[in-house]
């Protein structure tokens, strides 16, 4: 099976910074996404990592290790509007075409003033 | 803006009823689509993948026969739920990839789904 562990939740004050981790085990790997979702809205793209290393983009940066199946999200100066879910996806090869995204359960980040 | 379009956004239906949901790709081709399901508090559970051009694979547990999928053309995939029972209730999103290189999946807005 395919396992992709994230935290259910977590809490954090506006202006702080958060990291939510991913773990993954699964069969095949590409990559692996971020998306953040807000309640009763369609996830939307935050980064895609491929190599190891640092990604940053703005306040967000995502770390890959593929060596330990692991990545985590960073958020930076926490802002209300950063209340949200946040996906952990693992892209797979997928036999008629392309590849398809496992999904972790998602971590949803509370901030709070 | 907006690379992957779906409609309707909000359907509210007797239970019996079949519900066609669209998903298109606005400004790629996508020769493959996906359609997750999710329910309040959970993450998305894909239900299928659509290929164009031949027959959707199914994730297991999902019934094809309740489930219809046709993407008859390499921007156009619908998913119909056919006779819609209370237990269908759910927000139902569609996403789309550009065949090249590593391009992120985009998701449609997600269709919700309320069967009374």
């Known amino acids: 099976g395919q396992n992709i562990d994230q935290p259910t939740e977590m809490t954090a004050t506006e202006g702080a910074i958060v990291q939510i981790n991913c773990t993954y085990q699964?069969?095949?790997?590409?990559?692996l996404f971020w998306y953040q979702q807000h309640a009763g809205e369609a996830p939307t793209f935050l980064s895609y990592n491929v190599l190891d290393g640092l990604e940053e983009k703005g306040r967000f940066s995502s770390f890959l290790s593929r060596s330990k199946g692991y990545s985590y999200l960073l958020l930076k100066e926490l802002q209300m509007k950063d209340s949200a879910s946040y996906l952990c996806a693992v892209d797979r090869p997928f036999k008629a075409a392309g590849n398809k995204l496992t999904f972790g359960g998602g971590t949803r980040v509370l901030v709070k003033p | 803006g907006a690379v992957v379009s779906q409609h309707p956004s909000w359907v509210i239906c007797k239970s019996g009823t079949s519900v066609k949901i669209e998903c298109r790709s606005l400004?790629?081709?996508?020769?493959?689509m996906f359609w997750y399901r999710q329910f309040p508090k959970q993450s998305l559970m894909l239900m299928a993948t659509s290929n164009e051009g031949s027959k959707a694979t199914y994730e297991q547990g999902v019934e094809k026969d309740k489930f219809l999928i046709n993407h008859a053309s390499l921007t156009l995939s619908t998913l119909t739920v056919t006779s819609a029972h209370p237990e269908d209730s759910s927000f139902y999103i569609c996403?789309?990839?550009?065949?090249?290189?590593?391009?992120?999946?985009?998701f449609g807005d997600g269709t919700r789904l309320s069967i009374l």
């Open positions: 400004d790629f081709q996508a020769t493959t």
């Open positions: 996403s789309a990839r550009a065949v090249e290189g590593n391009q992120p999946q985009h």
């Open positions: 699964t069969s095949g790997f590409n990559g």
